[in-house]
């Protein structure tokens, strides 16, 4: 009994030091690939005893420590609780979400199987909506809060932007869910597992690429990064709804969208892209074509493979998001709704009517 | 493992806040929240009984109750929304005018 | 679900559902409702009602409590400064609530109901509410669809400024 909450809290704390691993990664990189992008060097200077470590030094130590030193500004008539609760509101179910998400098959140790999942909900792909939905209040009540009508506006734009492609996330979702007859995510890697004409993984990609380029646009929009940004546009309302912020709840709401970042490319990793499936790697060690190719100690080299294929695939979507933001302008606000509404939407439908049809002629896959 | 009246108290007393707060208030949109924790409170209810008949009959009707009561706040909301165009209020003592 | 765990969930969510009646500033009640909601749903998971759960989240606290929000927000509600009637009134009121509430715990309490049976694997999994949904429950499954976008329909012809 003890020794399963023990293991229960260190997939979970593994978890949480991934995801705030890989955004500190995410955040070095949008400092150095924006450089790259406008032909720059991006921060250099912060260095501890002449060693600047390319930045890293300034992004990942100077910046946080800056930010938490700063003073903490609550505006006149704010309302203080709200202020205070609404970052906390926005990082907590963006963390949470990656409770369901799978970073590895099994671990047999010690005549235990782990799987490598923090939660094994039957219900996974509902609890990742949910906890997207949550994320709504933190934008809300930072708006509300604030006591400042620019922070109103951006709030308000961004909340309706959130809940407005929700329902198109959802959809593509849908159509994953039908695929592979599971809401449980860990169960949908796995199907993910075998080789099409024995040489290309099953991954989902080949199952719903329609999907795919649907959830990565909304998953983006959710995230409320460019091209998605205007709740929080820098050269329109100032920082939209954490204008009035500093300090430790600037960081966390920088977080939050950090966070958002990596979730969503940790989702689009486990629905389209085989997760942490390695193509030819089984249990034992690599099966190429017939030949197997064994791994010594395969019950920790295999886990820890998959482990950091799952980390390499997420850091490449991160940075796949980074490089977008840099690259292209931002929608205007009506053409947002307009493409989530109107465009999103009926897309997303069709690819469920679709896709519904193709099962119901072929069956399902795996 | 926990009896199930235990479960009915509870929904019973959930209940009864709602019940409170629909005729203490006068704010229509608390009003309304108060139904929507009668709603849940009923939810309650049936998931626990659907529990104890061991089938999920409880759970489908939850389901129907969830979309009825979005419905529902989708289409009363806006009609507050008409009123508070309407009258600048959102009291109830003071939308009287149909009273006799 | 044991009967400590019970006892704390159920204890708050009461302290919650009592925070959303008594609040003057309506947004504060709006989040006591989230935290009942979520609180309820974590009694969903003990009664072995996972999809409810998930639904309860995705479904109650996460659209319908944000579109109270959003009402309240859009139309400026201000805190009541006088929420609840005169001591009389309260104590009568709840008063009365509590009797119906005593009135059903006692039933409740009285029926000699039988334990908890154990109940299968997939116990309120999707497939299975997806099974009684459409083999069963069809017609009002329909039925609630059209009433959705009647909703829809409704809610948006009735938030226009001029109809």
């Given amino acids: 009994m003890g020794i399963d909450v023990a293991i229960a809290c260190g997939k979970a704390v593994f978890m949480i030091l991934l995801v705030l691993q890989v955004m500190a990664l995410g955040v070095f990189f949008e400092r150095k690939v924006s450089a790259v992008i406008q032909d720059r060097i991006g921060a250099n200077r912060a260095s501890i005893f002449g060693f600047a470590g390319l930045g890293l030094i300034n992004t990942l130590v100077a910046d946080p420590v800056k930010f938490l030193l700063k003073e903490d500004v609550t505006p006149a008539g704010a309302d203080r609780f709200l202020h205070f609760l609404a970052p906390v509101i926005a990082v907590v179910p963006a963390v949470a979400a990656f409770a369901v998400i799978p970073f590895g098959d099994v671990l047999e140790a010690g005549g235990r199987t782990i799987t490598l999942q923090a939660a094994q909900l039957n219900v996974g792909v509902l609890y990742v909506l949910a906890m997207a939905s949550f994320g709504v209040y933190g934008v809300v009540l930072a708006g509300w809060a604030s006591n400042n009508r620019w922070s109103l506006l951006g709030g308000i734009r961004g909340s309706a932007q959130m809940i407005s492609y929700e329902i198109a996330m959802g959809l593509a979702l849908i159509g994953v869910v039908l695929t592979y007859g599971t809401l449980d995510l860990q169960s949908m890697v796995r199907q993910q597992g075998h080789l099409l004409w024995g040489w290309l993984p099953a991954w989902g990609i080949l199952y719903q690429p329609f999907a795919f380029v649907l959830f990565l646009v909304a998953g983006v929009a959710e995230s409320k990064r460019i091209p998605f940004d205007l709740p929080e546009s820098e050269s329109e309302l100032v920082s939209g709804y954490f204008t009035e912020y500093s300090g430790a709840k600037h960081l966390m709401f920088m977080m939050a969208d950090f966070v958002e970042v990596v979730l969503v490319a940790a989702l689009i990793t486990t629905f389209f892209f085989g997760g942490w499936q390695i193509p030819f790697l089984e249990a034992d060690g690599f099966h190429v074509f017939g030949r197997v190719f064994a791994l010594p100690a395969a019950w920790i080299v295999v886990p820890l493979l998959q482990v950091t294929s799952f980390l390499v695939k997420c850091v490449f979507f991160t940075f796949f998001q980074i490089v977008v933001r840099w690259t292209l302008p931002r929608f205007r606000y009506d053409q947002l709704m307009k493409l989530g509404w109107q465009g999103l939407l009926p897309l997303g439908l069709v690819n469920v009517m679709a896709t519904a049809g193709i099962i119901l002629a072929w069956g399902t896959t795996a | ?100 | 679900m044991n009967a400590l765990v019970f006892l704390v969930l159920a204890a708050l969510t009461i302290a919650a559902a009592v925070a959303v009646v008594t609040n003057r500033n309506p947004v504060y009640s709006a989040l006591a409702l989230v935290s009942t909601l979520a609180l309820m749903s974590c009694f969903f998971v003990g009664l072995e009602a996972y999809l409810v759960w998930a639904l309860q989240l995705v479904v109650y606290a996460g659209a319908i409590v944000v579109l109270f929000l959003f009402v309240i927000m859009l139309l400026n509600v201000q805190r009541d400064e006088r929420a609840l009637p005169g001591p009389g009134t309260v104590v009568a009121v709840a008063g009365g609530a509590g009797l119906l509430a005593l009135g059903v715990a006692l039933a409740a309490i009285r029926t000699p109901f039988a334990g908890m049976p154990a109940v299968g694997e997939g116990y309120g999994s999707p497939e299975h509410l997806a099974h009684r949904l459409f083999t069963d429950y069809l017609v009002p499954f329909e039925i609630t669809s059209l009433l959705l976008l009647v909703a829809i329909v409704g809610a948006v012809v009735l938030g226009k400024r001029r109809i």
């Fill in chain 2, 1 to 100: 493992m926990v009896p199930i009246s235990w479960y009915l108290v509870l929904s019973a007393v959930l209940f009864a806040i709602g019940v409170a707060g629909v005729l203490l208030r006068r704010n229509l949109i608390v009003m309304f929240m108060a139904i929507e924790l009668m709603l849940n409170a009923v939810n309650l209810s049936f998931v626990a009984f659907a529990r104890q008949l061991g089938n999920e009959d409880g759970q489908v009707i939850v389901f129907f109750v969830m979309a009825v009561a979005a419905a529902e706040a989708g289409v009363g909301l806006a009609i507050f929304i008409q009123l508070f165009r309407a009258r600048e209020t959102l009291n109830a003592d003071e939308v009287t005018t149909l009273r006799w």
